[in-house]
């Protein structure tokens, strides 16, 4: 037992080394909308900023002002009220009749085969006229010039889509634990440097921002391709770049931000239709990921104390370079850098959101999104 677990810890160790060299090495290649050069109004073409928002009146309203003042000479914002049972609709149709960027659309009924989100999104477009689309959730807040930069970065990298990491806005010691982590996690596992590379299969979106060209979005078939879709945009990112089109990532730190789920108890409930989702709802996958992330991030951990010998010393290595990653995720995105000592409590908590994700899925039979039941059925049938 000793030589097994020596094994393992010595395996985990030589993972983590190697996985935050290659962060290390790769982040600083993802460019930085700080240090990009807007574009001058001759050089910008039309943009169409696109949100889907149900029941969104106490986040929607700031989020939208700050869609529609930004510096850009050929915008518009097209709102698509989903079904909403609270004063989002009207908000949006105020917000219209004093604005003429703002395009609103008021969807009353679900057609079937579409998940709510797709399927809102794709009314939006078909609404748009711009030559670049910028799709983003409904309580996401714009710096005024983010559409010249971002434009400016996708053109200067001959990218047909570009999805950015904005701000996440957190509170408290529990949200802060999980966020850190899930970022961590999330970065190590997409690695976001890989996105512009057309050798890698690696690929990426995000709800933050997602910014393609037209005409692309169109030749991949859109979200219609993506109408049973729970994670619709990463997959987005996906036939973007299966389609033979460039794609990449950035960061927009100081230029996009986002208030998620308030408290650590909404976060879970907000994200448990999300985790078994994204790995396509299969069982023997979410095994393999708990596992891995328990061996990853608390078994180090617990044996730099129980441990003795080799396994000790691994566990040591392994264990302080986990910690030193995600002091070094969390002081590059903004965050306060000792939450990466609380680097095991995130995985136990992430752990536990992937498992109950999964227990609630299976449960239901299915997934409950913006008030709709959809069967898991049918959600594995739609998947791309």
Known sequence: MHIFLTVVLGFVAALWVLQAVRAALGMPQLPNLKDATPLGDSECPSVSVIFAARDEEEKMPRALASMLAQDYPRYEVVAVDDRSRDATGRIIDEAA??????KPVHIEELPPGWLGKPHALQ?????????????TDGDVRFAPDLARRAIGVARKNGWDHLTLMGQLE????????????????????VEPWKVSDPKSKKFMGGGFFQLVRRASYEAVGGHARLAMEVIEDMKLGKIIKEGGFRSGAGLALDYISLRWHAGIGNLVRGTTKNFFAAVNFNLASVIGMVVGLLAMSVLPFAAVFLASGWARIFAGVAAGVAITTECAAAYWFDMFPLYGLTHPL????????????????????GIVWRGTFYRLE???KGLV
Request: aromatic share 18%; with cysteine.
């Open 97 to 102: 009749a004093q604005n003429s960027h703002l």
């Open 123 to 135: 009314r939006g477009f078909e609404k748009s006229s711009g030559e670049w689309i910028i799709f």
């Open 170 to 189: 957190v509170e408290g010691f529990w949200e802060k634990t999980a966020v850190m982590f899930f970022g961590l996690a999330f970065t190590l596992g």
């Open 346 to 365: 995130g995985a136990l908590i992430f752990c536990w959101m992937i498992v109950r994700s999964t227990v609630v899925t299976l449960w239901q039979g």
């Open 378 to 380: 049918d959600l594995r």
